[in-house]
């Protein structure tokens, strides 16, 4: 009897502590791949950094599930969440629209040694993203309306749509397209934009599931299945379909809910 006491003593806590810490582990690994996917960014790989970001994003939509799964949801663990978020959802998109704005301002093939030059003033407007993630990210964390929801586009979704225009450019055969994705102009009101909707009063459903339940996550799943298809039919050109069509069903499962 005594020796079963103590081994429940001594055991179970660890036990305990140690399903504590999986869920802010699993937040590290986002963290983790937002820096590779930076390191990708300034060396202008943007398939290897839209891999590392979408890899992020994969652990940012699991951590909470685990957390909630394990009931052990903390105050650290929510910091830890939007610090990771800023770095793979934030930088990096925000440093892609750089990347791109400085690359097209400057593909005549002239050295430019003027750092006050608009060429290299001009890209630095990209980090208007980055802003616009950092401040979207501080609301949702005082924003007592976003429990089960979003207002504005999540950070993550953002950011996905942000890194696919460098692929979209590089595998569209429609001139058009290329022409207008790598229009200086056209990219900085596209950061105009991205900081906007961040930011709006939008009302748009989590994409995180709360369990497997069809019920509770029907949305997700119907979405998710959707997503997939657009994916396999449009490739990377479906990828601002999907940001899309999550809005579109946002504002339909809204009318359906009012």
Not at 51 to 57: D, E, K, P, R, T
Not at 173 to 192: A, D, K, Q, W
């Amino acid at each position: 009897m005594f020796e079963s006491y103590c081994i429940k003593f001594v055991f179970k806590p660890r036990y305990m502590n140690i399903k504590a810490y999986i869920p802010n582990f699993i937040t590290l690994l986002n963290l983790l791949s937002g820096c590779f996917a930076l390191v990708f960014v300034a060396q202008n790989q943007f398939y290897y950094a839209f891999f590392f970001v979408s890899l992020g994003i994969f652990f940012d939509f699991f951590d909470g599930f685990f957390a909630r799964l394990f009931k052990v949801q903390s105050p650290l663990g929510v910091q830890l969440d939007s610090l990771a978020d800023m770095v793979t959802s934030g930088a990096v998109p925000g440093f892609v629209m750089y990347q791109l704005l400085f690359n097209y301002l400057n593909s005549g093939g002239v050295e430019v040694t003027n750092y006050m030059s608009l060429a290299y003033v001009l890209p630095l407007f990209g980090f208007v993203i980055t802003l616009g993630s950092c401040y979207r990210l501080a609301k949702f964390n005082i924003d007592t309306r976003q429990t089960d929801s979003f207002i504005g586009l999540p950070t993550p979704a953002n950011a996905l749509f942000i890194l696919s225009i460098p692929l979209i450019i590089d595998s569209t055969s429609i001139e058009g397209v290329r022409e207008l994705l790598t229009n200086p102009y056209v990219l900085m009101g596209i950061t105009i934009v991205s900081a906007y909707i961040l930011n709006a009063e939008i009302p748009l459903f989590s994409l995180k599931m709360k369990g497997f339940s069809w019920q509770k996550s029907k949305i997700q799943f119907i979405f998710l299945l959707l997503a997939m298809v657009l994916l396999v039919g449009f490739k990377i050109l479906g990828l601002p379909l999907v940001i899309l069509l999550y809005i579109l069903l946002s504002i339909v499962q809204n009318k359906m809910t009012a």
